[in-house]
């Protein structure tokens, strides 16, 4: 998921990304990125992995031609069943080592703190099952310098409670992806399934009050 470089404004794209997202010129050191276009609160599911996004095997990858390979590796990210390459911008989220958003299994991501309108969605790659490691330039106060795969382990604590906490509110805040999760589209469908649930009830008292 690296960025490729590149030069443009700020412009929507097809998504399972939230729609108050969109793709933008982050800056020559890093590239594209993806930005928020209005404020999304703590518990908002940002990204979405669907039946769009593709998904290949190891031996797959390795049978393509150098060119297509290296831009796979550029985009794509492996979650120990093979390489996923998401269909629209959210290929284009940027690492940071104090990041907005986690996710759960590549299934999805939640914003683990509230993020404003034009700031940057960020992951922790270490979570993405990379077999590189790179010099970071975040610019995080908690920058480690250089982020790989082994530093899972001890970063996993902090960014698991966030992400309970983030969860816990799933069902409080409004949901612009809920459509896609109530018709059962999304992978990560049953395991939200509880949290849409309360939207829902939430729903439904506010409109009869």
Same mark, same amino acid.
């Given at each position: 998921?690296?960025?490729? +470089?590149?030069? #443009?404004?700020?412009?929507?794209?097809?998504?399972?990304?939230?729609?108050?997202?969109?793709?933008?010129?982050?800056?020559?050191?890093?590239?594209? #990125?993806?930005?928020?276009?209005?404020?999304?609160?703590?518990?908002?599911?940002?990204?979405?992995?669907?039946? +769009?996004?593709?998904?290949?095997?190891? /031996?797959?990858?390795?049978?393509?031609?150098?060119?297509?390979?290296?831009?796979?590796?550029?985009? =794509?990210?492996?979650?120990? $069943?093979?390489?996923?390459?998401?269909?629209?911008?959210?290929?284009?989220?940027?690492?940071?080592?104090?990041?907005? *958003?986690?996710?759960?299994?590549?299934?999805?991501?939640? =914003?683990?703190?509230d993020i404003k309108a034009g700031e940057q969605i960020t992951d922790d790659y270490a979570f993405l099952?990379?077999?590189?490691?790179?010099? *970071?330039? *975040?610019?995080?106060t908690t920058c480690r310098g250089r982020v790989g795969k082994g530093q899972v382990v001890p970063i996993?604590? /902090?960014?698991?409670?966030?992400?309970?906490?983030?969860?816990?509110r799933v069902g409080e805040v409004e949901q612009a992806l809920a459509p896609l999760l109530s018709t #059962?589209?999304?992978?990560?469908?049953?395991?939200?399934?509880?949290?849409?649930? $309360?939207?829902?009830?939430?729903?439904?008292?506010?409109?009869? =009050?």
């Amino acid at each position: 998921m690296l960025c490729a +470089l590149g030069l #443009g404004p700020a412009r929507s794209a097809p998504h399972m990304m939230h729609p108050a997202t969109a793709l933008s010129f982050a800056g020559a050191d890093v590239g594209f #990125g993806v930005v928020a276009t209005q404020d999304l609160p703590a518990g908002t599911i940002v990204w979405l992995r669907d039946r +769009l996004d593709q998904q290949l095997s190891t /031996q797959e990858l390795k049978a393509l031609p150098l060119l297509q390979r290296d831009a796979l590796r550029a985009h =794509a990210w492996s979650e120990g $069943r093979g390489w996923y390459l998401t269909w629209d911008h959210g290929r284009y989220t940027n690492h940071s080592c104090a990041p907005n *958003c986690a996710g759960l299994d590549g299934e999805f991501d939640v =914003a683990i703190r509230d993020i404003k309108a034009g700031e940057q969605i960020t992951d922790d790659y270490a979570f993405l099952g990379m077999n590189i490691a790179f010099d *970071c330039r *975040c610019g995080a106060t908690t920058c480690r310098g250089r982020v790989g795969k082994g530093q899972v382990v001890p970063i996993v604590p /902090q960014t698991e409670a966030l992400y309970r906490k983030a969860m816990a509110r799933v069902g409080e805040v409004e949901q612009a992806l809920a459509p896609l999760l109530s018709t #059962g589209d999304g992978v990560g469908f049953d395991l939200l399934r509880p949290a849409l649930a $309360r939207t829902r009830r939430r729903a439904r008292r506010q409109g009869a =009050a």
